[in-house]
């Protein structure tokens, strides 16, 4: 498949075909250059990339709860 670059302001810009799209639009990216090609990665670790981890758990995921110790006694 090709495109075509384009002027954006002071910016080039790149049309990618939807069929293509590595993630949904607005989710943070990483361009990076290795050699003479062009590299798109979704960020990783941001904020965005925990929401879809946390997408990932059924319902049941915290039903037990979570084990608490004693609180201990704080010397003030």
């Known amino acids: 498949m090709q495109t075509n670059l ?42 965005a990339c925990a929401i879809e981890v946390f997408r990932g758990f059924d319902a049941s995921f915290m039903e037990a709860g979570r084990e608490s110790e004693d609180e201990l006694e704080r010397n003030w």
Do not use: H, Y
Request: aromatic share 4%; proline share 12%; charged share 15%.
């Open 6 to 47: 384009f002027k954006s302001g002071n910016s080039v810009a790149l049309r990618i075909p939807q069929s293509l799209w590595p993630v949904s639009p607005g989710t943070p990216v990483e361009i990076t250059k290795q050699g003479d090609q062009l590299v798109i990665s979704p960020v990783r670790g941001s904020l």
